[in-house]
């Protein structure tokens, strides 16, 4: 369904993605499928992205050995998650370009910065306190004044390192409970809906972003993405306005995810940022002129933004791990496949347990209440 097109790219160039989890590997397909070559470094952690890269580094992201590899094979960087130690993201702009850069990952990979950025850029977010010790987080309780969630600082995702407080509970036992260490405490938001926009911004400051997402999620991990969101246009453009605000402030270049909270009365509050693919713009694959992938590979290799058309309401369903009847065997996708405008997508994990991400599959229709539908009968399936 893409529209885009193009032209031939040096032979030399060498896309490097730091990490190999599924970003990774999408972000090395839409690589192929440009006539681009790809290395992987996976840090030394699973990688199913080495079965689609031309070339794998199989080290942790701390060895100089690796390093020195990548920079030797790559001819330009991206990441494709942002937990990455910043030395490293460093250490590979001496070498080569890398997008987006060590500073917005760094902005992205820690709360306590992502808060203070957004703050000080005058960016609608949640009220926070940061936090590092009993005292300083009784306080923090006392001024919030109310249930909020207490974050770590950094190493979090799908709600991992988070602990829901109501307020009135001792803060000794809620510090013990949460493990200590650097924390930021967030005002607990009633929302109404979770939206995401994914934006783009190139090295000439051009910035387009895609349709809002409304994402729904499933013990803290994203389950289902409708696109576009089900909000006012008003609103819509609202969130698209912000994420381009916080690319300009960032200097960001490359691909950005930026979660909102949509509140009662429509107002918006930013709740965190992503500088990478992330799973609510899966859609993009099929319902949009250009992916979210492709978008980072044209910065990274200085060529023009594709256009973010999206070219049919969608719902993407998240592929998560309880589908699978156990560890090894996938779900029966007869009836998912024999479904109209449904696209499958498998990240080739040898595993699944818990909540893990499998894949994902994209519904494609003209009425996303009939595609929710339809997901949730393929649920029931998978689940009964």
């Known amino acids: 369904m893409s529209a885009s097109v193009f032209f031939p790219l040096d032979k030399q160039q060498v896309v490097g993605v730091i990490g190999g989890g599924q970003l990774g590997r999408m972000l090395a397909l839409a ?10 470094w996976t840090g030394g952690l699973e990688a199913p992205a080495v079965e689609c890269a031309d070339e794998v580094i199989d080290l942790p992201f701390d060895s100089a050995e690796a390093l020195e590899q990548f920079c030797a094979i790559a ?11 910043l030395k490293t993201l460093e250490g590979v702009r001496k070498c080569i370009g890398i997008f987006p850069s060590p500073e917005a990952v760094g902005i992205c990979q820690n709360r306590e910065r ?48 988070q602990l829901k407080i109501e307020g009135g509970e001792d803060p000794a036992d809620v510090w013990k409970r949460f493990g200590g260490g650097r924390a930021v ?3 607990w938001v009633p929302f109404e809906k979770e939206i995401s926009v994914m934006v783009v911004r190139n090295s000439d400051g051009e910035i387009k972003t895609y349709d809002p997402a409304e994402n729904r999620h499933r013990e803290h991990v994203l389950d289902v993405s409708i696109i576009p969101a089900r909000i006012s246009e008003k609103t819509a453009s609202k ?38 693919p992330h799973n609510s713009g899966h859609h993009t694959l099929d319902a949009c002129a250009t992916s ?5 590979l044209r910065v990274a290799l200085d060529l023009p933004l594709g256009s973010t058309k999206l070219l049919s309401p969608c719902v993407m369903l998240n592929l998560l791990a309880d589908f699978w009847p156990d560890e090894t065997e996938p779900p029966d996708w007869t009836s998912l496949l024999g479904t109209e405008g449904a696209v499958l997508h498998l990240y080739g994990k040898r595993r ?27 649920k029931d399936s998978w689940l009964e």
């Open 31 to 40: 690589a192929r499928r440009m006539g681009v070559r790809s290395v992987i």
């Open 75 to 85: 001819t330009v960087a991206t990441v494709e998650f942002e937990n990455i130690p």
């Open 114 to 161: 992502e808060k203070n950025f957004l703050k000080e850029n005058d960016i609608p977010c949640t009220e926070f306190r940061v936090v590092e010790d009993v005292d300083s987080l009784a306080k923090a309780m006392a001024e919030i004044g109310g249930a909020g969630v207490l974050k770590t600082a950094s190493f979090g995702y799908d709600g991992k390192g």
């Open 185 to 187: 405490l967030e005002a």
């Open 239 to 276: 969130a698209q306005e912000i994420a381009g605000q916080i690319a300009e402030a960032m200097d960001y270049q490359g691909i950005l995810g930026v979660e909102f909270f949509v509140n009662e009365d429509s107002s918006l509050l930013v709740n965190e940022m992503a500088p990478r």
């Open 292 to 296: 979210q992938f492709e978008q980072q």
């Open 352 to 378: 699944a347990k818990e909540l893990r991400k499998m894949g994902h599959a994209t519904l494609l229709g003209d009425d996303v209440e009939e595609l929710l539908t339809d997901v949730r009968m393929l």
